[in-house]
């Protein structure tokens, strides 16, 4: 299973970024796939799910309202909207072989990660 992110970058505070994860070399039917977010010092935090058979969805409360998760094909789409320093962070998108249903928040139930893309929010 591989996972590419992208889309990451500079941005003003109040605007906008979307970021993909590209997935290849799995079935995922039953996986669930996620966002997390991780600033040094700081453990890894999940910032939103989607199953990939029904495109359930859950989001931390501090995203809800302003990200979207999504899924286009192969594709994990995470859009940002209205955006605040405290977004900046590196963003990891992430497979869950394991669950089968539930979203699960905690970076250590993903089996599968990607390298990670740079969202940088000025204030």
């Known amino acids: 299973v591989q996972l590419q992110a992208s889309g990451g970058g500079l941005v003003q505070a109040g605007g906008s970024l979307r970021l993909s994860c590209t997935t290849s070399?799995?079935?995922?039917?039953?996986?669930?796939m996620a966002w997390f977010r991780q600033v040094p010092g700081k453990e890894r935090e999940f910032v939103a799910g989607i199953t990939w058979s029904d495109s359930r969805t859950r989001y931390a409360d501090s995203v809800k309202g302003r990200f979207t998760v999504s899924r286009d094909k192969n594709t994990v789409l995470l859009q940002m909207y209205a955006l605040k320093p405290e977004d900046t962070a590196v963003y990891y998108c992430?497979?869950?072989?394991?669950?089968?249903?539930?979203?699960?928040?905690?970076?250590?139930?993903?089996?599968?990660w990607g390298q990670g893309t740079l969202v940088t929010v000025s204030s």
């Open positions: 070399g799995g079935t995922f039917g039953t996986y669930i």
């Open positions: 992430a497979a869950d072989s394991g669950s089968g249903w539930m979203i699960r928040t905690t970076a250590r139930e993903y089996d599968y």
